[in-house]
Structure formats: structure tokens, C-alpha cells
């Protein structure tokens, strides 16, 4: 948002600077916008929010009745194409004035832009994000992004089990998803993030191409080392380009190779790459881990998991995505920070390229985690 919204949160008393600070965490690692994630953790109500925005702003808001019970010939004012790339719901019309729902009323660009696709004049109106994306799945049958169904999974269980008053602006109960203080402060160990490894290993014994985009021949060809590794995360500038690092990685030193986040008691695609493919479209796959046999110790105990896995239905995604044989040998390891799993990896290779490169896993991991922790310094500065 154009805005900074965190100042504004902290200066208005809704939020605290700790809740800035874990909600700039979870922005920044699961990529969602950081008023979602505010809403997520439980640190503010979406109808607080957006009315706050709202008069800070001089921006109405759209009500949750009216932006799900628009009229079809509304909605058809805007294509499917143009509503998902601008994230906007048409509400209503009136003579020439289009009113649009928008998380960000104040990018008058895309206000600009639709007002010359449709020729009528663009009145914003302020909604909560993760409402506009139902909405897009509803009217115009856009898939909601992963990462934000856990939102909006988050807000109807609320919703559902809330019991105090309706005018309380925090929500009390204790968030299903939190990361606790700055690992500066935690006094809890010296890295922020940590995986286990075992200490036995050495003694253990597809989708069509049209589907799968090719690394290019720089990436192939040349021996990504931790070095040029190191360089690349020193410049990373969101998440996509720690995921990017991480995968080019993981497709030079192994057969195939996965990483996910890890919301709640699940997990979400992130990047993917098999046979130095990168796999399309991982990032739709979800894994119920508490489910699975082999995997629920990553979530549960913070342990890895080395062998095969079973083809029980909680394992069959990242079994289909990674075409993964019943003799494959896997090895996943939990991305712990201050105590909590936020995401897991997962490579299948031969028993002896798993052994050799588990030093290198382990550092490329403690890197990515320091260039998590410059990221959220680097939005803390512009959200304060």
C-alpha cells in the first residue's frame, strides 16, 4: 500500500510495534500483504482496518453484504482478465461512475487504467484484501492464491467461535500462526533458522515438458557455488528471490528438490525443480503434513525425515509433483525460526549425493535465514 501502513496502525494505537514486527515476519517469508497478515495473526479485525483506512483516507468502504451480492451485469463491466490483474471488484453503477472495490484506493494508476477500459469514471472503495480475493473466486472464477486461503480460513473460524463484543477492536485469542520476538532479542540460541540433521545418514542404505520450464543454459552450465550463492542473497529483494536462489541451488545438486511454507497445521507450494526443470504451478499444491505419517514429525517434533514415501493420500501432491517413484529416496528437513516450522525442504536424490551435500543444505539454510531476517529489517524501515 502506498501508505505506510504500519505507522499509521501504531500511531492510531490498533497495533503494537511487536505486532508490526511479527506481522512484517510473516509478510515477508509467506509473501501475503501485510494488512493480511495483521488480520491473520490476530493482531487486528478486517472491519477495523479497513473503517480506519477508510477516515484516514477519505475513502468509503464496501460493505461484506454489497461486495457479495452484486448484480451480473455489474460485474461484467470488467473482464476476468482485468479484474485479476488489478485485483478489483466492480460494486455498482451510477450514470457514469464505476464504484470498485480495492485493497489500495490510493494507486490511482490502476484507477486510471480502468477508467480507459471501461470509459466511466473509477470511484475506489476501500475493502480488505483476502474479501477481494473471495470475490474474484466467486464472480470471475480466479483461484485464490494459496497463501491467502489460510487467511480467510483463519477469519471464518473466528468468526464462527468469537464470543466478545462486537465493538472490541482486538481479537484476544491466541493467533493459530505466530512467530515469536526478533531472534535478536529472543535469547533463544545463535541462528535464527535451524534444521536437524541425522547423524546416522551414512549408514542408510512426470508432467509432460510443456508443462515444466527450462533453467537457463547460465544456470545449467555453470557450478552455482555457496559463494555466488552468497552474493545472490546479499541482493535478494523479496522472497521470490530467496525461493529463486534456493531452487537454482537445489536443481544443480540434486535430482529433485521442493520447497513449501508451512501454514498452520499444513503445508504450501512454494518452488519446485525436477530434472533441472522447474516444476509449473507448484505453488497450488497443499500438503495436510499432520496427516502423513513420515512428514507430521517435521511439524510435530521439528525432526527430518530420510527414506521413501508411503502413498497415503496426505503425501500424493509432492508425490505427483515431484514424480516421485516408490523407491525414490527422500530426505526433508524443517525450517525452524525461534522454535516454530515455517517451511520444509524436500530433495530425492541417490543416498551418496544426500550424504555429500547435507554441510552445504545446512549453510545454504542458515544463509537464506539471514537474508529473511535483512528483509524484514529492510520493510520494519519503510513501514515505520
Known amino acids: 500500500m502506498s501508505i505506510k501502513l504500519g505507522e499509521l496502525l501504531i500511531k492510531e494505537g490498533a497495533i503494537t510495534q511487536d505486532q508490526l514486527d511479527e506481522a512484517l515476519k510473516c509478510h515477508i517469508i509467506f509473501g501475503i500483504k501485510l494488512g493480511s497478515s495483521l488480520i491473520e495473526l490476530g493482531f487486528i479485525q478486517e472491519s477495523v482496518l479497513v473503517n480506519l483506512l477508510s477516515k484516514k483516507l477519505g475513502v468509503p468502504a464496501v460493505g461484506h453484504s454489497e461486495l457479495f451480492d452484486v448484480p451480473a451485469d455489474v460485474i461484467a463491466r470488467l473482464s476476468s482478465a482485468v479484474a485479476e490483474k488489478f485485483r478489483v471488484i466492480p460494486v455498482r453503477v451510477e450514470n457514469k461512475r464505476l464504484y470498485v472495490a480495492m485493497s489500495d484506493p490510493t494507486d490511482f494508476k490502476v484507477q486510471e487504467e480502468l477508467s480507459f477500459i471501461t470509459g466511466n469514471i473509477i470511484v475506489p472503495l476501500i475493502a480488505p484484501e483476502?474479501?477481494?480475493?473471495?470475490?474474484?473466486?466467486?464472480?470471475?472464477?480466479?483461484?485464490?492464491?494459496?497463501?491467502?486461503?489460510?487467511?480467510?480460513?483463519?477469519?471464518?473460524?473466528?468468526?464462527?467461535?468469537?464470543?466478545?463484543?462486537?465493538?472490541?477492536?482486538?481479537?484476544?485469542?491466541?493467533?493459530?500462526?505466530?512467530?515469536?520476538?526478533?531472534?535478536?532479542?529472543?535469547?533463544?540460541?545463535?541462528?535464527?533458522?535451524?534444521?536437524?540433521?541425522?547423524?546416522?545418514?551414512?549408514?542408510?542404505?512426470?508432467?509432460?515438458?510443456?508443462?515444466?520450464?527450462?533453467?537457463?543454459?547460465?544456470?545449467?552450465l555453470e557450478l552455482y557455488t555457496i559463494d555466488r550463492l552468497s552474493r545472490d542473497f546479499s541482493t535478494a529483494r523479496d522472497r521470490d528471490d530467496v525461493a529463486n536462489i534456493f531452487i537454482k541451488y537445489l536443481g544443480q545438486e540434486f535430482t529433485k528438490g521442493a520447497l513449501l511454507t508451512i501454514r498452520g497445521n499444513g503445508a504450501v507450494g512454494w518452488r519446485a525443480v525436477s530434472s533441472e526443470r522447474l516444476i509449473k504451478d507448484f505453488e497450488t499444491i497443499t500438503l495436510e503434513i499432520s496427516k502423513s505419517s513420515e512428514l507430521s514429525e517435521i511439524l510435530i517434533g521439528k525432526h527430518y525425515f530420510f527414506g521413501p514415501l508411503s502413498e497415503s493420500p496426505s503425501n500424493l501432491p509432492i508425490i505427483k509433483a515431484l514424480q516421485l517413484k516408490a523407491s525414490d529416496t527422500v530426505l526433508s528437513l524443517p525450517v525452524v525460526m525461534n522454535d516454530r516450522v515455517v517451511a520444509m525442504l524436500v530433495v530425492s536424490s541417490d543416498v551418496i549425493s544426500l550424504q555429500q551435500r547435507l554441510g552445504e543444505l545446512q549453510k545454504l539454510v542458515y544463509k537464506a535465514s539471514l537474508t529473511f531476517q535483512i528483509l524484514v529489517l529492510k520493510n520494519k524501515l519503510l513501514q515505520t
Request: charged fraction near 35%; hydrophobic fraction near 30%.
Open 130 to 220: 483476502v474479501y477481494i480475493l473471495v470475490a474474484l473466486e466467486k464472480y470471475y472464477a480466479v483461484t485464490r492464491d494459496h497463501r491467502y486461503v489460510c487467511v480467510s480460513t483463519e477469519l471464518q473460524k473466528r468468526k464462527d467461535r468469537q464470543l466478545q463484543d462486537e465493538s472490541e477492536d482486538f481479537i484476544t485469542d491466541e493467533a493459530k500462526f505466530t512467530i515469536s520476538a526478533d531472534f535478536a532479542e529472543s535469547g533463544a540460541g545463535t541462528e535464527l533458522l535451524t534444521i536437524r540433521i541425522p547423524t546416522d545418514l551414512h549408514s542408510v542404505a512426470p508432467k509432460k515438458d510443456s508443462d515444466n520450464r527450462r533453467l537457463s543454459q547460465k544456470q545449467t
